[in-house]
Each structure stands twice: as structure tokens, then as C-alpha cells.
């Protein structure tokens, strides 16, 4: 079975501090990978993804997600975080077409301006 | 566009009551998922539509819970003789293909029982 491990259950930084957020899966074939993000007050959103090809994966807002293989990780990152980046983040995987999506228990991330 | 819709956005119903929760997928999403959020538990899966069909039903909690999809649209995850543990937040969301696209969240239900 599928199962996601977020290592972090809140962070709090200082703006301009660097961020990564670790994430495990635990799945034995071909996976697909996914960050989503959850605003105060706002419903879940893609922030980004990976299905295949370069594991060093580009979302919005300056995060960027890298997938290494033998470490079944998909640690997500961002150089400079901003006040605005306050919000929950999960980690989410799939085994692909007819596989559920099975989500992280999730990390607050609280940045102090 | 018009995004998920889910209703009602809260309820509070007393212990032993049965609920009906709504959900209005985007349009021409075949995927439908539904997920239940509590605090500090993240989002946990409950069920996935294909369509119609039903794929999965691993993450249903108890037979107390179940969930149709008609036309495939419109999903109604229906909870029996509720309990306080059912407290939490229910989330919908539909995806165009259940692959490879993105999943679309509404605003989830509210539950509160009492």
C-alpha cells in the first residue's frame, strides 16, 4: 500500500530564510509525485508535480521539487520564502492511472515578517 | 470557470443522525475523490470514482459510509448513524483524467456532530 511521510508537522522561518520540506514515500512501482498547497482560508492547489523525465521539478511561486529514486524522496524547496508562503503544504503520491492519490499528513509553514 | 462545488458548507447534526454530503464536480472531470481532513491527520482518502464506477472504496471508515456517483457527475457520500469521530472536514475534488491532470479541491463540507 501507498503511504506518504512528511517529516516536518510545523516550521516556522524568517523571511528571506531558505525552505525545504521533506517528504518519503513508501510504493513499490513507478510513482507519480505531487506538492499541494493550502492558503489560509483557501481550498487545496497544485503547486507542482512529477511524472517522469528531469526529477528537479519547477513550480509556481518559486518552489522547486526534487525526486530522488533511491531515497524514495520528494523534498520541496524554495531559496528566499516570503510572508505569503505562510500556508499548510502536502506531499502526495500516486501509482498511476486507477491508483489513488494518497496525501502526507501535511506541514504548517509559518513565515515571520 | 466554475470551480468544485460542495454542500452544504457546514452541518451540525446530533449523534445518531444520517447526512448526505454533496458534491459538483467541474465538468467534464471523469475522476471524482473524496477525502476526509481532521486536525493534525492530514487528508485522508475515503474513495475514487472512475465515471460511475467506483475503483476504489479502500479508505471508507465503516459501512456506515458510502458513496454514489450518478451520471458521472454528481457524488453523494452518505454517512449512517453518525458519530463524534466523524467530526472533520469532508473534501471533494475531480480531475479531468485521474492520471496525469491535477486534482481541482472544493471548499469541503464542515461536519460537526454532537
Known amino acids: 500500500a501507498q503511504s506518504v511521510s512528511q517529516h516536518n508537522h510545523h516550521v516556522i522561518l524568517s523571511e528571506a530564510a531558505s525552505l525545504e520540506l521533506g517528504c518519503n514515500y513508501s510504493y513499490g512501482g513507478t510513482v507519480n509525485l505531487f506538492w499541494y498547497v493550502q492558503y489560509p482560508g483557501q481550498h487545496l492547489q497544485l503547486l507542482l508535480k512529477y511524472f517522469s523525465g528531469d526529477p528537479l521539478v519547477k513550480g509556481i511561486k518559486g518552489f522547486e521539487a526534487e525526486f530522488i529514486k533511491s531515497k524514495f524522496s520528494f523534498n520541496l524547496r524554495k531559496p528566499s520564502v516570503q510572508w505569503s508562503d505562510t500556508a499548510e503544504y502536502f506531499c502526495?503520491?500516486?501509482?498511476?492511472?486507477?491508483?489513488?492519490?494518497?496525501f502526507g499528513a501535511g506541514t504548517i509553514l509559518r513565515v515571520k515578517s | 470557470g466554475a470551480g468544485v462545488s460542495q454542500s452544504p458548507s457546514n452541518k451540525v447534526t446530533e449523534k445518531g443522525k444520517d447526512v448526505e454530503l454533496r458534491c459538483d464536480p467541474i465538468s467534464g472531470h471523469t475522476a471524482l475523490y473524496w477525502y476526509r481532513q481532521s486536525l493534525g491527520q492530514g487528508l485522508e482518502f475515503l474513495i475514487y470514482?472512475?465515471?460511475?464506477?467506483?475503483?476504489?472504496k479502500s479508505g471508507l471508515p465503516s459501512d456506515r459510509f458510502s458513496a454514489e456517483r450518478t451520471g458521472g457527475s454528481v457524488s453523494t457520500l452518505t454517512i449512517q448513524r453518525t458519530q463524534q469521530e466523524d467530526s472533520a472536514v469532508y473534501l471533494c475534488?475531480?480531475?479531468?483524467?485521474?492520471?496525469?491532470?491535477?486534482?481541482?479541491f472544493g471548499n469541503g463540507t464542515r461536519l460537526t456532530v454532537t
Open positions: 470514482f472512475q465515471g460511475n464506477s467506483a475503483p476504489d
Open positions: 502526495a503520491v500516486s501509482g498511476g492511472y486507477g491508483n489513488k492519490l494518497v
Open positions: 475534488a475531480s480531475s479531468q483524467d485521474g492520471y496525469n491532470s491535477p486534482l481541482h
